[in-house]
């Protein structure tokens, strides 16, 4: 969550709040009234530690996206950056100085921050069940893929042909090698905060690979999770028993079509109104509550963008997933939705304990 004080919204702002120190105070307050005990990725963490009554937040570091970005390999995708190929160049050398500079740099100041949760590495991430073969047909001349291409070789040393079996275990491979070295370096600064992953998406949500590497190195394991109307009770049990872990829903959300807004873009349900995107809200949430393996959820997002900020990511363009407009004012059957929920949600933990198997 960030405060927004240009384009049609300063008005807003300025009618509202005044400044970022007030804006800041009754919004967290307002997500307290609401039963929300946190605030997710990609929050403007700066601002709201500076609170006079702070919320437990998190941090997300971006560690593999801005390395691949000095290799020039990456590019803007709707939602997340691009990395060419979609490969990732974890076995890089410099890209372990790069991570251990980054986290000492920009997490050193909250060694000690009891609000701080944790820290997310990356977000969404490629995982290209063919990651192997697109390494191996990499052109080692070309800056940057020298290091993976000369991986994928030495992974498929002795092994014979490439098999289904063989790729799986490279994804495994590459994400052991990312989790180990970013954990190692967020860590190194921060030995008392929790490691979230990369907040994995799309087609994570069946590579055990992915999660059996995540589960080695990290305390929970994120995943923005789409397309599902109802959490898989599946997707879940296997979520822990690849890792070990538990995880954590760092993106959900529904567009409304009664907002005015065109929701042409995103990835998530498209409803009639307002209070079908709370119903969704609750029907998503009650399943998280009784799996026993998830620790929390993040809504995406705190308030819609304003479709003439050419700012403005190509996934949230004109599309309806805040809980407030871009002019601060609230969704309020949603919001009364999301409350009706959260201020229960121990007693419904407690329920679903109790239930017989």
């Known amino acids: 969550m960030k405060p927004r004080d240009d384009f049609d919204a300063k008005e807003s702002f300025d009618r509202l709040y005044g400044s970022t120190a007030v804006w ?10 609401l039963g929300f005990h946190g605030c997710g990725g990609f929050s403007d963490h700066e601002v709201l ?3 006079s009554k702070p919320m437990p937040y998190t941090v997300t570091m971006n560690l593999m996206s801005l390395f691949g970005k000095t290799l020039q390999l990456t590019h803007q995708q709707p939602g997340h950056t691009g990395y060419e190929q979609d490969c990732l160049p974890v076995f890089h050398p410099n890209f372990e100085k790069h991570c251990m500079e980054q986290c000492a740099e920009r997490l050193g100041a909250m060694k000690g921050d009891p609000w701080l949760v944790g820290v997310f590495s990356d977000n969404e991430m490629p995982i290209a069940k063919d990651m192997l073969d697109r390494m191996l047909k990499l052109d080692d001349s070309k ?16 092994k014979g042909e490439i098999s289904d079996e063989l790729r799986q275990q490279f994804v495994e491979h590459v994400y052991d090698t990312y989790f180990r070295i970013t954990t190692k370096a967020i860590r190194a600064t921060l030995p008392h905060h929790l490691c979230l992953g990369s907040r994995f998406h799309g087609p994570a949500v069946g590579s055990a690979g992915a999660w059996r590497a995540a589960g080695r190195w990290c305390d929970a394991i994120s995943i923005n ?16 028993k690849w890792s070990g872990k538990p995880c954590i829903i760092t993106e959900f959300y529904a ?48 308030m819609d963008n304003d479709p003439a900020d050419p700012k403005t990511d190509p996934s949230n363009k004109d599309s309806n997933k805040g809980m407030y407009n871009a002019n601060y004012e609230p969704y309020q059957p949603l919001l009364d939705a999301m409350k009706e929920l959260n201020i229960r949600a121990y007693p419904l933990i407690k329920h679903f304990d109790s239930k017989k198997p």
């Not at 800041?24 to 009234?33: A, G, I, S, Y």
């Not at 290091?147 to 002795?158: I, L, R």
Request: aromatic share 18%; charged share 25%.
């Open 225 to 240: 999770y789409y397309y599902v109307w109802t959490p898989k009770k599946e997707d879940l049990e296997n979520w822990f």
């Open 143 to 158: 800056k940057g893929f020298a290091n993976m291409k000369a991986a994928a070789e030495a992974f498929m040393v002795g």
């Open 255 to 302: 567009k409304g079509a009664d907002s005015g807004m065109g929701n042409t873009t995103g990835a998530g349900w498209l409803v009639k109104t307002q209070e079908e995107r709370g119903a969704f809200y609750q029907n998503f949430t009650l399943a998280l509550l009784e799996s026993k393996t998830c620790i929390g959820w993040h809504w995406f997002k705190y």
């Open 49 to 51: 530690r500076a609170a």
């Open 24 to 33: 800041t105070d009754k919004t967290l307050q307002n997500f307290r009234e």
